[in-house]
């Protein structure tokens, strides 16, 4: 399945944006796992938009519209136990039609608790981590860094998470 990155933004900043080209600033650092799935406690993160109905607030989209360079660096705390009509979807960039329906598409919570179930992998914190992808032209993962990347970790940490399940929107 082909995914067009840019189908919900006007043509102009869509065309602006495929014909840059953008090399990342460091390289991607790789940590071998320290044993086997089974025995490793999984964290998942999505960078979907995704939040809690009626428990945090949706990602501020208004302010995106008004001011298309900016992204919302904050992120949203989901219950891995959470239900798919508790899941609400904040993005511009996506057709979030499809993960209104199931969840898994872009946060596979409920793929993972079966993995768990089948002694497959050692376990599944307690909650997952959104964030929202897009973060303004030219990309200011500032705030990433400095502020929500170290919290997020810490509260992997504190669930003796050994790895982290990243799924990009």
Request: aromatic share 14%; glycine share 8%.
């Amino acid at each position: 399945m082909s995914v067009d990155s840019f189908k919900f933004l006007p043509r102009l900043i869509a065309a602006f944006y495929q014909m840059l080209e953008r090399e990342p600033d460091y390289p991607v650092p790789w940590t071998p796992l320290p044993y086997g799935l089974r025995e490793c406690m999984f964290g998942l993160v999505t960078y979907g938009g995704l939040y809690q109905r009626g428990v945090e607030p949706p990602f501020d989209i208004e302010r995106e519209e008004k001011e298309p360079t900016w992204g919302d660096p904050s992120y949203r705390s989901i219950p891995t136990g959470i239900c798919q009509d508790q899941v609400g979807v904040s993005h511009l960039h996506l057709n979030v039609q499809d993960v209104t329906s199931d969840i898994n598409i872009l946060l596979p919570v409920h793929r993972f608790q079966e993995l768990v179930q089948q002694g497959r992998m050692g376990g599944l914190a307690e909650l997952a981590y959104s964030f929202m992808g897009y973060q303004g032209f030219p990309p200011d993962t500032t705030a990433w860094e400095k502020n929500y990347g170290p919290q997020v970790t810490e509260k992997f940490k504190s669930e003796g998470v050994d790895c982290v399940f990243l799924t990009p929107a």
